[in-house]
């Protein structure tokens, strides 16, 4: 079955307020958790589904299931009209400053998501960009955008916007945490992907982010680790039969090949627990990946802190 999407794309407020730009390679963009539970997502400045853009004070989508990519314009605000996208259709919507940008962003959608299935509805007008901004929203479109249903990516100057149904935990942050990767720190992200409500769902808002611990450099769980998998034995036992991959993951400190192997003990340690809370063995796999599937920025302690996890995966 098509996904019906609706992706509106549209260029930058005034942005006298935002200071020099700064080089890409400076380093990434702040990302801001609108509601870290993925479950409720809060956001007021972009358009309900398939209402208009009245009251937002900037471009937006009307549109169903995809992510749709608008952007503000203080100085002079353009509404587009509702688009009625067919299955499988990514409409385009918004104002851009020259006809160049405008060629640029519609050919990065095309390369996404074939040339047949985006609508053109950006129009040419007088708005102010910060500098490579063309070049920044050329960063933001991509394969990822694939990975959301229901969605909206807003760019409006140097603040992003990104909202949306994604299937797992790990699949919210990571979208969020490679757009930053792909910016400078002039720019803000306000992750308002929320995972679907699934099984997936479920374990995601058990979980809820918290990190099962372990004693030091050990694969010891330690009892704040054990009271957390307490209540995922609870929502497991809520799927009898589903297949559930645990990933054990690090940071980059220190020997790869050591992260890899301590990350597959903590897995393996995690799925014995939970066997003698009467999880059949059977239905839980693991895999230790080390440091190779960050979702934050190994550069500071808190990102380090985020990237030291275990991740649980619902199968098919």
Known sequence: ???????????????????????????????????????????????????????????????ANAPAVAGGNRAATYSPPAANATPGQVVVSGKVPDEATRDAVLQRLRDTYGAANVVDQVQVGSVATPANWTANVQKLIGPQLKQISKGQLKIDGTSIDVKGEVNNEAQRQQIASDMANALNPTY????????????????????????????????????????????????????????VEIIGHTDNSG????????????????????????????????????????IASNDTADGRARNRRIEFRVGQ
Do not use: W
């Not at 929320?194 to 450099?217: H, K, M, P």
């Not at 020997?255 to 014995?272: E, F, M, T």
């Open 188 to 243: 803000t992200i306000r992750n308002g992907l929320r995972v679907s409500a699934s099984e997936q769902g479920v374990l995601d808002q058990t979980l809820a982010n918290r990190t099962i611990e372990f004693e030091t450099g050990s694969a010891t769980l330690a009892p704040a680790g054990r009271l957390i998998l307490d209540q995922m034995a609870a929502a497991l036992a809520r799927m009898p039969g589903k297949p």
């Open 255 to 294: 020997n790869r090949a050591s992260n890899v192997a301590l990350s597959q003990a903590r897995a393996d340690a995690v799925k014995g627990y939970l066997v003698t809370k009467g999880i059949g063995p059977q239905t839980m796999s693991t895999m230790g990946v080390g440091p190779d599937q960050p």
């Open 1 to 63: 079955m098509g996904k019906r999407r609706a992706l509106a794309v549209a260029a930058a407020a005034c942005i006298a307020a935002n200071g020099a730009a700064l080089a890409d390679n400076a380093g990434p963009a702040t990302v801001t958790p609108v509601d870290n539970s993925g479950i409720t997502v809060k956001m007021t400045v972009l358009p309900a589904q398939g209402a208009g853009n009245a009251g937002a004070g900037a471009n937006g989508v009307n549109g």
